[in-house]
């Protein structure tokens, strides 16, 4: 409605915008609908400005590379019982998944252990970012037309702020019963370590009512990163399923290292580069965000001759620039070996990860922690099991297709009751061994 979209389709342009003028596109344009529900103030959707810097300072303090390191023991035992989940019912992958990326953001979160089904915070997570994802949708008239969210709520028509009301009060509660959860454990010995206390704890003083505000609605929107790091975990078991002399290489690499006596462990990293290459390549293949999360220009710009009025969207076509072949040559062909050898630190074949967690002053605060569980799912579960393909009731292989749903974060399109048919086995009894 009169609104400008503007999608930036090149490297080039996505630096010069998003990058080099940064001051006037890390805004985000704003749904009314979202904001009614009770998402007004979640960090993703934040408008540019004091709060979005604060909340910015905060995640930076306890999600920066090196905070991020002291996080990885407890990264290494989620993986652990993912494995041992694995082993147990395979066919649930991606339930098991989700379940060991959102362990690790609600005990980084709140120091909050969760159990495997039915956990209550994490149902009120899902639930709430369900919400979230549902009142983005067009289909809201105020979504279209701000403007309605000042009728009473009796006028006819105005049933969303009935249901937005409703809704509120779940989100509301996503925040605040974990995050007073950690505040009451923060008068304990051991309740100091949730990212709540680090927030609240760190200058000193005893914190404020709007610094607790802030750091409740900071904390409270990290799991929406669960979904990004599931979906990248999808895409790792399709690329498996279907190019298994990549997976066969990778394995041998991690067999070399660990002699196949224990689990590989994150200091093993930079020993295994083709582990590392076979993961830049699934972002690369299969970006979670395509698009990225919209930026919104802030002030009227010229660019190349063309005029971004203030109050655009922008999108960066992240999905186009990974599959350009003056970027990427043989853009469709799944080869990890392209971030080895000659090219590596040329303008060819470039690490995928400088376009797939986003830019500039929007770019993901919990880029070091995916990219910790990421390699942790990677190393371990190809260091036990051997993903391949399912078969049919006469053995014949069945071929996932290669198929994502649309919308912003894409993921392998759903099979009920499975992802897409995969067969995931150990490699051997001494491999099942070592998930203990
Ligand atoms: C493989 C996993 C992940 C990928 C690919 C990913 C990617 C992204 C991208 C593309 C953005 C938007 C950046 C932009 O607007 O330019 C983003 C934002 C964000 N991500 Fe992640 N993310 C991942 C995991 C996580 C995790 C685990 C967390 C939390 C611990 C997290 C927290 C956030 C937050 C809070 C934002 C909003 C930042 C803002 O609006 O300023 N992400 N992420």
């Known amino acids: 409605m009169g609104q400008h979209l503007v999608i930036l389709s090149s490297a080039e342009a996505v630096e010069d915008l998003l990058l080099k003028r940064g001051a006037i596109y890390s805004d985000r344009p704003t749904l009314a609908m979202q904001q009614l529900s009770g998402w007004e103030y979640a ?109 009473p709520h009796w006028f006819p028509g105005c049933g969303f702020l009935g249901q937005a009301a409703i809704w509120k009060k779940v989100v509301r509660e996503m925040y605040k019963r974990p995050f007073e959860m950690a505040k009451k454990n923060m008068q304990t010995e051991s309740g100091h370590d949730s990212m709540i206390a ?55 690499e991690i067999e070399a290292i660990t002699g196949g006596d224990r689990l590989p462990t994150y200091n093993d990293r930079e020993r295994m580069p083709y582990v590392d290459a076979l993961i830049q390549e699934v972002h690369r293949w299969n970006p979670v965000l395509p698009c990225g999360l919209p930026h919104f220009c802030s002030t009227e710009d010229v660019y ?49 990860k400088g376009f797939i967690f986003g830019f500039s002053r929007r770019e993901c605060p919990g880029r070091f922690v995916a990219d910790a569980s990421v390699w942790l799912m990677v190393a371990t579960t190809l260091a036990t099991f051997n993903i391949g393909m399912a078969t049919d009731e006469n053995g014949q292989p069945l071929v996932p297709d290669v198929k994502y749903s649309s919308g912003i974060l894409r993921r392998v399109r759903r099979l009920h009751p499975l992802s897409f048919p995969c067969k995931i086995v150990p490699k051997s009894p001494r491999a099942a061994a070592l998930v203990g």
């Open 43 to 151: 960090y993703a959707t934040l408008r540019y400005g004091e709060r979005f810097r604060a909340t910015r300072r905060l995640s930076g303090r306890v999600m920066n590379s090196r905070a991020s390191r002291d996080y990885i023991p407890m990264q290494e035992q989620a993986m652990r019982r993912l494995l041992k989940m694995l082993l147990v019912t395979p066919e649930r992958f991606e339930h098991h998944i989700k379940s060991a990326a959102g362990s690790i953001v609600l005990k980084l979160a709140y120091d909050y252990d969760t159990v495997d089904d039915h956990d209550p915070l994490v149902d009120l997570a899902d639930r709430a970012l369900e919400i979230f994802s549902v009142s983005s949708k067009p289909h809201w008239a105020v979504n279209l037309f701000p403007a309605l969210r000042y009728l």
């Open 198 to 252: 680090k927030m609240l704890e760190g200058d000193g003083e005893s914190p404020s009512p709007d610094l607790e505000e802030l750091v409740m609605l900071c904390v409270g929107s990290l799991y929406g990163g669960v979904s990004q790091t599931v979906s990248a975990g999808l895409s790792f078991l399709l690329a498996m399923t279907l190019y298994p002399d990549v997976q066969h290489r990778a394995q041998a």
């Open 304 to 352: 190349r001759g063309f005029r971004i009025p203030s109050g655009s969207t922008v999108l960066a076509n992240v999905w186009h620039i990974t599959h350009d072949p003056k970027i990427y040559p043989e853009p469709f062909a799944f080869n990890p070996d392209r971030y080895l050898g000659d090219t590596v630190g040329s303008s060819v074949n470039p690490d995928p």
